[in-house]
């Protein structure tokens, strides 16, 4: 029963914005570093953007300036809000709880996110 749940996928415009949303679902502590990462068809899942407990993140070159990474840690959900989509943005969306020396990761089911006009 433990697992990720993402949502808000959809399809898109280019220049458009998604906000995706990660919740847990089951017994989970969401102290460990969250990610949402991404695969497109034939090619190798990414990593797109990461935070920390504290607040501190990361982001892939491709997609810095156009993609923020938040995290609510009263409700426990991670989120990605995305500004000025492109075409190769176009994936399946994962979020993901790193894993730690004693907590293992977490991957949810993905969300599909499709860039065209």
């Known amino acids: 029963q433990v697992q990720l749940v993402e949502s808000g996928g959809g399809l898109v415009q280019p220049g458009g914005s998604l906000r995706l949303s990660c919740a847990p679902s089951g017994i989970v502590v969401v102290i460990n570093t969250m990610a949402w990462y991404r695969q497109a068809p034939g090619k190798q899942r990414e990593m797109v953007a990461s935070i920390t407990y504290s607040g501190s993140t990361n982001y892939a070159d491709s997609v810095k300036g156009r993609f923020t990474i938040s995290r609510d840690k009263t409700e426990n959900t991670v989120s990605l809000q995305m500004n000025n989509l492109k075409a190769e943005d176009t994936a399946v969306y994962y979020c993901?709880?790193?894993?730690?020396?004693?907590?293992?990761?977490?991957w949810g089911q993905g969300t599909q996110v499709t860039v065209s006009s």
């Open positions: 993901k709880r790193e894993p730690t020396g004693t907590r293992p990761e977490y």
